[in-house]
């Protein structure tokens, strides 16, 4: 086996990961919102109905992870699809306009977070 093929099943493995670890953190998103829901109901007023009310949320909320995580894994990525709910596009475009205008950005820094030494 070569370096290069080496190097593809290891490039392979690598981005199986990082779709998984993004499948894993949609998929808790509404499982945990479900736990959240049962845990309160449950332990609101502790019976066995409320537990199995609670338990069945938080089975609605996994098996709702699960399917819309694996959908996303199919359509777009889920590398992809989390790059673009965390991008913030205000600070790409106060970004471009301080820019445009020549500026550093000091414009928009608080004094509060100034260093009290360079003050005299």
Do not use: C
Not at 19 to 46: H, K, R, V
């Amino acid at each position: 086996m070569s370096d290069r093929e080496k190097r593809d099943k290891l490039s392979i493995v690598g981005a199986f990961l990082t779709e998984a670890i993004g499948w894993l953190q949609i998929m808790a998103s509404p499982l945990l919102i479900g736990l959240a829901i049962g845990a309160y109901i449950y332990f609101d007023s502790p019976s066995p109905i409320r537990l199995v009310l609670g338990s069945l949320l938080a089975t609605v909320g996994f098996l709702v992870g699960v399917i819309w995580a694996t959908r996303v894994w199919k359509r777009t990525g889920t590398v992809r699809f989390l790059s673009r709910i965390m991008e913030t596009p205000e600070l790409d475009e106060l970004k471009d306009a301080n820019a445009t205008k020549g500026g550093t950005g000091d414009q928009y820094r608080s004094s509060a977070y100034e260093d009290p030494r360079t003050h005299e």
